[in-house]
């Protein structure tokens, strides 16, 4: 809410004082640890912006092409050596090399993980002197040496960068052949649903011509962005009478009907359209030469002569460049002149002429082959060679961005009636027209005379062009300039001006747009990519510069971690809604990728799930909708099958858990999440459920937006609100827990604020998406980025490379090591002591009948005085007794005729070898399961089962997954307990053991089990007492969905 005592002059006062301030302590050159002085100011900007966004002309920023940065501490050298300076790292986000913040803290650098360098030395050094950097490795091995890039070459704000792309407009010709023309219906409709089909098309050919029809295309066509794809063309035709939707990349593309659009791979791996690369082009400013900076200038010749000519070459000039190495010719609106011709002529070698113009018609200089327009407040530069040649010098200086922001006394034209005004908005050739044509111009909007939406397009002939938008109206307008979208709203008016950096600057929308255009990262910084696999711990840096050198040691490098989501769409009693766009869209699996600490995001995919008929685990049936209401948070449906039987099955199974409790705790053993969409048919109708995580699953509404950072950060440990105030918002350069966003991939930056410039908050505290064009997530603030990291650093990774199939990080070594998973606890019967009552031997003798597994949990309110074992024997062979007491008091443990202690916090193991009972005091781990594949196609098989043959048992439908871990199947079955068997196309049979008990005595349990898709299994039998009380046939499926890494196809 705005500060009522707050007067409207109080930010320009408080502002001006600042820059007072500033101004006093400017010359102060060295480097201390303190609070910077320009971003105190970014500070108070953004507490002003906070308090009182009603403020209207809070713009203490300079208008015009003056960047600012973000990042203008001056802290103490962070590196030992001569050569002093700050370093920086940027991997998902910015972290600095050493704190120099007071209570701040930092995350670690991934292992293998790509990473950018920055180094901002405390001397200044000139772009083109180069700064060495080499790498060592631990034991004192160079092992890179690469020269960082000069600071002009840094990293952009995402909206100011520009894609590098090796492709041109000639590459987008029409193929004389092509290799593939797809026109079948069955076809299309194939490629459009099966991404694996898809995939393996754009493999097999090179030149792709599809005839896409809404016959075929029921929803936007996805071509998703793969390096593999890299130098393929695909031509997409709509032969339809309506539009439509192409998505490609982070691209939206509307394909009209009867039109064609020719889409190529670029060598980064994107698709890319002709009108993408022309506008790659036009914005790319043209490579710099040696000769880039304006020479001094000798003489000015500011009159033209009256002469009735209209034009002069360079010979009229000849005594004056005789006299003078280069000389500056100045246009002027009065000069009569409109050519100057500059002759070859060996007298004039070295000699160079600059010309400006102030004229608003443009003059022509022509040299032997060529000739150049000089426009209005332009500058071209001329240099006579050894032959005598005029030639044109790019010319890099801040004269050639040079724009004219004042406001026009008097507009050209006004456009105030609605017809024009909606020509205006919806014609782009008359609004560019009247630009071109007219030096300024005003649109007026008002009610009865309004449009929406104004698109200010780019085009050489706008410089210095002005276009004022002023609203009287009671709608908003939107004017799209570039990449940006300011909204109009009622009293309020924007002025654009088009500078020469082919940009539309909006001169009075006050500071923020203006400053989030012109701001930078920091400044004077040197940077480079590294490659993923020269980060490591114990790396050394050595930066040098003309004999100077400087090291930086003691990087903190912590563990490769990585991070498994599994997705799938289901519908309960009806369709599955068709909107997961984290399981459609790659692009958003690579987005997600650039906000946590991973080397490694694997999305897998399942097929759609569409059930027409549920069976709950107490045996009841739905075929038409459930009895309860369902809600986004509410629904049983919604808890007990897609929650806690699919999400917690999918992820189980991967473990090689055969089966569980229906609504038992979910195992969180390793960074693995399943995020589903999920909807279903209840009393009150049909229900979409969502906004929930944690515990290995997301139950998610949309998938494009903060609702993925948020639920995903409760699967990693994070509660709402997490950090509080300080800890979950985004703070400034000179603040504890400060960072931006870096994409590797797109090498640019993305600010840790809003669009309109205030700082933003954590994806757990209310956050969004600085602009979904560049990330559509939610940066998480280090404070959270930081706990995100230790949780993985302290969690099972799945490895292919392990003998026990896990690795897990050891801090000491600072490396993987191979780790069994101990899964005791999810294949045990759990027993909890009676207080004050024994444990009889008869009573662990049942147990065991039911499962040769047991944990017997102690402690204060369920203490057992004694525990009697039974004796070992040939029924009890290979049984296992796990104690846990937590109790204040001793019990006593009757074992192998032999009494122990069992005291407080004791975790003991008994394994019976069929004559006594051994004891592993160390708590070693006693059950575990090593995958034999990891990563293949899977068929999920999953359902319900009651050990004691009460309510009907059922096996649904088969799922089918791009990736899962597969384990051998139970060699030696106990027909007499329940057992899964799976019959294959070969003829072959493996079978499965279940659980022998009712987890839960309510309810029947659920079993998981993945079989490798490749090994064609074509039916499931499940049996109970050696009888078949359900069975499923399988279908043999190719797999239609693909795996990603990090957003690119595996």
Same mark, same amino acid.
């Given at each position: 809410m705005p500060n009522k005592n707050l007067s409207t002059t109080s930010p320009s006062l408080l502002i001006n004082s600042l820059k007072s301030h500033i101004l006093s302590i400017g010359n102060n050159d060295y480097y201390i640890d303190t609070i910077n002085k320009s971003n105190s100011i970014l500070d108070y900007w953004h507490l002003i912006t906070e308090i009182n966004k009603s403020f209207g002309n809070l713009s203490f920023f300079e208008n015009g092409k003056t960047n600012h940065y973000f990042n203008n501490n001056q802290h103490s050298s962070d590196v030992d050596g001569e050569l002093k300076g700050n370093v920086f790292f940027a991997q998902a986000n910015i972290i600095p090399s050493k704190l120099h913040i007071d209570g701040d803290s930092k995350p670690k650098l991934v292992k293998e993980r790509k990473t950018l360098i920055m180094f901002k030395p405390h001397t200044h050094i000139p772009e083109e002197n180069?700064?060495?950097?080499?790498?060592?490795?631990?034991?004192?091995?160079?092992?890179?040496?690469?020269?960082?890039?000069?600071?002009?070459?840094?990293?952009?704000?995402?909206?100011?960068?520009?894609?590098?792309?090796?492709?041109?407009?000639?590459?987008?010709?029409?193929?004389?052949n092509f290799d593939l023309v797809m026109r079948s219906n069955s076809e299309l409709i194939e490629i459009s649903k099966n991404q694996n089909y898809l995939h393996e098309t754009i493999l097999d050919n090179n030149k792709i011509n599809l005839k896409l029809n809404h016959n075929n295309i029921k929803t936007p066509f996805i071509l998703n962005n793969s390096i593999k794809y890299k130098g393929?063309?695909?031509?997409?035709?709509?032969?339809?009478?309506?539009?439509?939707?192409?998505?490609?990349?982070?691209?939206?593309?509307?394909?009209?009907?009867?039109?064609?659009?020719?889409?190529?791979?670029?060598?980064?791996?994107?698709?890319?359209?002709?009108?993408?690369?022309?506008?790659?082009?036009?914005?790319?400013?043209?490579?710099?030469?040696?000769?880039?900076?304006?020479?001094?200038?000798?003489?000015?010749?500011?009159?033209?002569?009256?002469?009735?000519?209209?034009?002069?070459?360079?010979?009229?000039?000849?005594?004056?460049?005789?006299?003078?190495s280069t000389i500056k010719i100045m246009k002027m609106d009065y000069d009569r002149i409109k050519?100057?011709?500059?002759?070859?002529?060996?007298?004039?070698?070295?000699?160079?002429?600059?010309?400006?113009?102030?004229?608003?018609?443009?003059?022509?200089?022509?040299?032997?082959?060529?000739?150049?327009?000089?426009?209005?407040?332009?500058?071209?530069?001329?240099?006579?060679?050894?032959?005598?040649?005029?030639?044109?010098?790019?010319?890099?200086?801040?004269?050639?961005?040079?724009?004219?922001?004042?406001?026009?006394n008097k507009f050209d034209i006004t456009l105030d009636e609605n017809e024009l005004i909606i020509?205006?908005?919806?014609?782009?050739?008359?609004?560019?027209?009247?630009?071109?044509?007219?030096?300024?111009?005003?649109?007026?909007?008002?009610?009865?005379?309004?449009?929406?939406?104004?698109?200010?397009?780019?085009?050489?002939?706008?410089?210095?062009?002005?276009?004022?938008?002023?609203?009287?109206?009671?709608?908003?307008?939107?004017?799209?300039?570039?990449?940006?979208?300011?909204?109009l709203q009622t009293g309020e008016n924007v002025l654009f001006v088009y500078d020469l950096d082919k940009k539309w600057i909006p001169i009075n929308q006050n500071n923020k747009e203006n400053f989030i255009s012109n701001l930078e990262y920091i400044d004077k910084t040197w940077s480079t990519k590294i490659p993923k696999e020269y980060i490591h711990p114990e790396i050394k840096l050595e930066f040098n510069y003309q004999g100077q050198k400087s090291t930086l040691s003691n990087i903190d490098v912590g563990a490769p971690n990585e991070l498994l989501i599994n997705t799938f769409d289901i519908g309960l009693l009806t369709p599955p809604r068709n909107e997961h766009l984290?399981?459609?869209?790659?692009?958003?699996?690579?987005?997600?990728?650039?906000?946590?600490?991973?080397?490694?995001?694997?999305?897998?995919?399942?097929?759609?799930?569409?059930?027409?008929?549920?069976?709950?685990?107490?045996?009841?049936?739905?075929?038409?909708?459930?009895?309860?209401?369902?809600?986004?948070?509410?629904?049983?449906?919604?808890?007990?099958?897609?929650k806690s039987f699919y999400a917690d099955g999918v992820n189980t199974a991967n473990y090689g858990v055969n089966s569980s409790a229906p609504d038992t705790d979910p195992f969180v053993l390793t960074p693995q999440i399943t995020a589903y969409n999920s909807v279903g048919m209840y009393k009150n109708g049909r229900v979409v459920h969502g906004w929930s995580g944690g515990r290995g699953k997301s139950t998610l509404y949309s998938t494009d937006n903060n609702e993925i950072s948020h639920e995903f950060g409760h699967n990693f440990g994070l509660g709402d609100h997490h950090g509080g105030v300080e800890g979950g918002s985004h703070a400034a350069a000179n603040k504890k827990n400060s960072t931006w966003l870096w994409d590797s991939d797109n090498n640019y930056f993305i600010p840790n604020m809003y669009k309109n410039g205030t700082l933003n908050h954590d994806g757990m505290n209310g956050g969004e998406a600085y602009d979904a064009r560049y990330n559509v997530y939610t940066a998480y603030t280090p404070n959270s980025f930081i706990e995100i990291q230790n949780r993985f650093e302290n969690q099972h990774v799945f490895s292919e490379e392990s003998k026990t199939g896990y690795k897990k990080w050891d801090p000491e070594i600072k490396e993987m090591v191979d780790a069994y998973l101990e899964l005791s606890q999810y294949n045990a019967i759990e027993f909890t002591a009676i207080n004050g009552s024994d444990i009889t031997a008869n009573d662990l003798n049942s147990?065991?009948?039911?499962?040769?597994?047991?944990?017997?949990?102690?402690?204060?309110?369920?203490?057992?005085?004694?525990?009697?074992?039974?004796?070992?024997?040939?029924? #009890? !062979?290979?049984?296992?007794?796990?104690?846990? *007491?937590?109790?204040?008091?001793?019990?006593? $443990?009757?074992? /192998? %005729? @032999? =009494?122990?202690?069992?005291?407080?916090?004791?975790?003991?193991?008994?394994?019976?070898?069929?004559?006594?009972?051994?004891?592993?005091?160390?708590?070693?781990?006693?059950?575990?399961?090593?995958?034999?594949?990891?990563?293949?196609?899977?068929?999920?098989?999953?359902?319900?089962?009651?050990?004691?043959?009460?309510?009907?048992?059922?096996?649904?439908?088969?799922?089918?997954?791009?990736?899962?871990?597969?384990?051998?199947?139970?060699?030696?079955?106990?027909?007499?307990?329940?057992?899964?068997?799976?019959?294959?196309?070969?003829?072959?049979?493996?079978?499965?053991?279940?659980?022998?008990?009712?987890?839960?005595?309510?309810?029947? #349990? !659920?079993?998981?089990?993945?079989?490798?898709? *490749?090994?064609?299994?074509?039916?499931?039998? $499940?049996?109970? /007492? %050696? @009888? =078949?009380?359900?069975?499923?046939?399988?279908?043999?499926?190719?797999?239609?969905?693909?795996?990603?890494?990090?957003?690119?196809?595996?």
């Open positions: 180069p700064i060495q950097l080499n790498i060592y490795d631990k034991n004192h091995n160079l092992i890179m040496q690469k020269p960082l890039s000069p600071p002009s070459k840094l990293p952009k704000i995402a909206n100011n960068s520009i894609r590098e792309t090796n492709l041109l407009p000639r590459d987008f010709k029409s193929p004389v393929k063309t695909i031509t997409l035709h709509n032969t339809d009478n309506n539009d439509i939707e192409v998505n490609y990349g982070n691209n939206t593309s509307i394909l009209p009907s009867k039109s064609s659009t020719r889409f190529i791979c670029d060598e980064n791996g994107y698709w890319l359209t002709k009108h993408d690369i022309k506008e790659i082009k036009y914005y790319t400013p043209p490579k710099k030469v040696n000769s880039n900076t304006l020479p001094i200038i000798d003489i000015e010749i500011g009159n033209l002569p009256d002469i009735d000519g209209e034009k002069v070459d360079a010979d009229f000039f000849e005594e004056i460049l005789e006299q003078n050519k100057f011709t500059l002759k070859q002529n060996k007298n004039f070698a070295s000699k160079k002429i600059i010309f400006t113009s102030e004229a608003k018609e443009s003059t022509f200089i022509h040299t032997t082959n060529k000739f150049f327009e000089l426009k209005k407040d332009s500058v071209l530069l001329f240099h006579c060679n050894s032959n005598g040649k005029w030639k044109n010098i790019p010319i890099y200086s801040s004269h050639t961005s040079k724009i004219n922001n004042s406001y026009p020509e205006a908005s919806k014609k782009r050739n008359y609004l560019n027209n009247l630009i071109k044509n007219n030096d300024s111009i005003k649109i007026l909007t008002s009610d009865g005379n309004w449009s929406r939406d104004f698109t200010l397009n780019k085009n050489d002939a706008f410089h210095n062009k002005k276009i004022l938008f002023s609203s009287n109206a009671s709608y908003n307008s939107y004017i799209h300039y570039g990449k940006n979208t300011i909204k984290f399981l459609n869209k790659f692009e958003l699996n690579r987005q997600y990728y650039q906000t946590v600490p991973v080397s490694k995001l694997i999305v897998s995919r399942y097929e759609p799930i569409h059930l027409l008929k549920v069976v709950m685990p107490d045996g009841q049936v739905f075929t038409e909708n459930a009895p309860d209401e369902g809600g986004g948070h509410s629904g049983s449906m919604r808890e007990l099958i897609t147990l065991l009948k039911k499962n040769k597994n047991v944990i017997i949990h102690n402690g204060n309110g369920y203490h057992a005085i004694k525990i009697n074992i039974p004796l070992a024997n040939e029924s #009890n !062979k290979g049984a296992i007794l796990r104690i846990e *007491s937590v109790a204040d008091y001793n019990s006593e $443990l009757h074992v /192998n %005729n @032999k =009494i122990e202690l069992i005291k407080k916090n004791d975790s003991i193991c008994y394994i019976s070898d069929g004559y006594t009972w051994n004891r592993k005091d160390n708590n070693e781990t006693i059950l575990y399961k090593v995958p034999y594949k990891q990563g293949v196609p899977v068929v999920t098989l999953m359902g319900f089962y009651d050990p004691k043959d009460v309510i009907d048992s059922y096996i649904y439908p088969s799922l089918y997954g791009s990736y899962g871990m597969v384990y051998s199947h139970d060699k030696k079955i106990d027909t007499q307990m329940p057992y899964l068997e799976v019959i294959f196309e070969d003829g072959k049979i493996s079978q499965y053991q279940l659980h022998n008990f009712r987890s839960n005595e309510e309810m029947m #349990n !659920k079993f998981h089990v993945n079989i490798e898709r *490749s090994l064609n299994p074509i039916k499931a039998n $499940l049996y109970i /007492n %050696n @009888k =078949i009380v359900h069975s499923r046939e399988i279908e043999i499926k190719k797999n239609r969905l693909l795996t990603t890494i990090n957003g690119d196809i595996a």
